[in-house]
């Protein structure tokens, strides 16, 4: 059964919409993280909070099916398969680089910004369609991504330090 929303076709589509663009960025995200965790010998705690986002986004994405199901549709198989390969482009865009992995901490943190923005928006167009059910599951989805951000500006000094430190002993520097 579909939730009955108040609100104008116009609205209940662009929300949908938004809820699909956000289920396939979940899924840009796990990709894009995945093939930089793999990588990261050198940066133990940050590959450890990088696997616990992972597990994350995988939530973030499971509540977007259930907010999709609410409203008796589904995610978009084709957005969801071209923003996986498009993380795993962004992802190996960097690898050749020395500094891996200062380019992909800034990449991540612009990431998540763009995914705080997202969910904010997102929670706006759930209050406008009368989707109440929805502000909470988007609201705890936001809070995962303000708080990943956080941790990445947070390390950003301590990540930039150790790549520097490891450069100049000549040793493998950017993983």
């Known amino acids: 059964m579909a939730l009955t929303l108040n609100a104008s076709d116009t609205a209940i589509t662009i929300y949908t919409t938004g809820l699909r663009n956000a289920h396939a960025l979940e899924n840009q995200a796990i990709e894009l993280l995945e093939r930089q965790v793999g990588r990261l010998e ?9 696997q616990q986002h992972i597990e994350e986004s995988r939530a973030q994405a499971k509540r977007l099916d259930e907010l999709l199901a609410a409203l008796d549709t589904s995610a978009s198989a084709l957005k969801d ?9 962004a992802a190996l865009a960097h ?10 901490t800034f990449a991540n943190y612009a990431f998540e910004h763009y995914e705080i923005a997202t969910y904010r928006s997102l929670i706006m167009l759930a209050e406008t369609v009368g989707h109440a059910d929805a ?6 989805s936001l809070s995962e991504e303000e708080a990943m951000a956080r941790w ?9 330090l ?13 993983l």
């Open 162 to 174: 150790r790549y520097l430190r490891r450069s100049e002993s000549g040793e493998k520097a950017g």
């Open 95 to 104: 690898a050749p680089a020395t500094d891996e992995v200062i380019k992909n």
């Open 81 to 89: 398969a071209a923003l996986s390969f498009m993380g795993n482009m």
């Open 152 to 160: 990445i500006d947070e390390h950003l000094k301590d990540t930039t």
């Open 135 to 140: 502000i909470r599951l988007l609201g705890q």
């Open 42 to 50: 050198n940066y133990p705690e940050m590959s450890a909070r990088m």
